[in-house]
């Protein structure tokens, strides 16, 4: 078996989703689909059960996946010992805004202890770039927040998290219980600088121009609704500091998490990332 079609297999495996798997992959879903037929074929059974609606592992699929994780990673963290070797284990990692999250917590702590020889260089970035530099070069892989234009790079959702609307805690909407972008229409929002990603920008601006302040990182958000009740959306698990209340916007989709990297980069270093990352968050 070749460790490129054992990732073909995990990807369709993990999106359980030929079409989703290929978008993943940055491939056609036709040599996708006839590289995991072929796996089929030298395996003997099938490994996925097939519908119009996606697929579902088989008992031989699920046996598979395990042994496929397991000898992936085995692949990869034989890459990182050669470059460590090598003298290249450096791993520029960007992450946007707010760092305290403790899933991230937790994966510095598992990618230390697997690979206490590479050097992790942390580069925060501010709300302007969700790609945390990716485009420019300057990060190896981003822990960053979508949507965004992806093009030319490579997702993984880690994790989705309700947000809702950052409001003054004497605003008259701070004591509902739910509150919906028609309620908040009218009403001065934080935005970000021109040129931002525009998906980035719509999804902040709850999914249409909007006018207000412009900000670049989360405490400039806080402050603008603090010294001047502006509006905007944050997290909603997050302390949003004294003075400042969250309230769940129902029809606002969640913000989800995710590792990105430069497409096609076969970085051993960044594969195990994202592996640690994912199994992180899963916690």
Known sequence: MELRTLRYFVAVAEEL???RAAARLHMSQP?????VKRLENDIGAALFDRSPAGVTLTPVGTVLLDEARDLLDRADRAGVRVAVA???AVLTVGILGDSGDPAAARLARAYRERHPHVEVRIRDTDLTDPT???HAGTVDVALTRG???ATGLTTRQLRADPVGALLRADDPLAG???????ELAGRPWFRFPEGTDARWQTYWQGGQPREGPVVRAVQECRQAVLWNGTVGMTL???DPGQGLTVVPVADMPPSPVVAAWKAGDGNPLVRSFVRAAVAA???
């Open 147 to 149: 949507p965004f234009d």
């Open 236 to 238: 909603l698990d997050h």
């Open 17 to 19: 989703h030929f079409g």
């Open 86 to 88: 090598a003298g290249r």
């Open 281 to 283: 968050y899963r916690e």
């Open 176 to 182: 509902q219980d739910r509150l919906t972008l028609a």
């Open 132 to 134: 945390c530099a990716l």
């Open 31 to 35: 040599p996708l689909s006839r590289a």
